[in-house]
Every structure is written in C-alpha cells, then in structure tokens.
C-alpha cells in the first residue's frame, strides 16, 4: 500500500484525461487520442491498485487493461456521430 504513490498516480491520469478531453481532443488525430485515453484509464486503475494491500498477479494486469479499454469505448461513445458530447 503506497498512499502517496496512489493519489499521484491518480492526480496524473486525471489530469490527462482531463486535458485529453478538453485541450487536445480537435487537435491530435483520433489516435493519438485514443492511446492517451488507455493511458490515463490505464493509470486510475493503477493507482486505485496501489491503495489496496493484498493485490494478486492478476489484477495488476486485469485491471489496467480493462479501464484502458474502457476509457476508449467510453470516449468514442460519448463523442460519436450523435452522441451526447458531440461537438
């Protein structure tokens, strides 16, 4: 259990989320857009890892993948062709 290493870790991806987002979401192409979401899925799911204690193999890789997924589908869903976010 690392505390400190788990509020920076999320600090981080939430704020290249955030400014993923907001700042560079018309300005990079889709890729790129697409891998910093994983990343910064990737990095909550990390950083949510690092608050717990008894943590096995599995979920240091399970999770990371899945939130990295997660955050793409999520982007591309909420800000596709009639979306609810589309600008």
Same mark, same amino acid.
């Given at each position: 259990? !690392?505390? &400190? #290493?788990?509020?920076?870790?999320l600090?981080? @991806?939430?704020?290249?989320?955030? &400014?993923?987002?907001?700042?560079?979401?018309? =300005?990079?192409?889709? =890729?790129? &857009? !697409?891998?910093?979401?994983?990343? #910064? #899925?990737?990095?909550v799911?990390? +950083?949510?890892?690092?608050?717990?204690? !008894?943590?096995?193999p599995? @979920?240091?890789?399970?999770?990371?993948?899945?939130?990295?997924? @997660?955050?793409v589908?999520?982007? =591309?869903?909420?800000?596709?062709? +009639? #979306?609810?976010? =589309?600008?």
């Amino acid at each position: 259990m !690392d505390v &400190i #290493g788990a509020w920076t870790t999320l600090a981080v @991806s939430a704020a290249l989320l955030a &400014i993923t987002v907001t700042l560079l979401r018309e =300005r990079l192409p889709r =890729r790129w &857009i !697409d891998v910093l979401m994983a990343l #910064g #899925g990737a990095g909550v799911a990390l +950083g949510g890892l690092l608050f717990l204690t !008894d943590v096995g193999p599995a @979920s240091w890789v399970v999770a990371p993948l899945v939130l990295a997924a @997660s955050a793409v589908v999520q982007w =591309r869903l909420l800000f596709a062709l +009639g #979306g609810p976010l =589309r600008t």
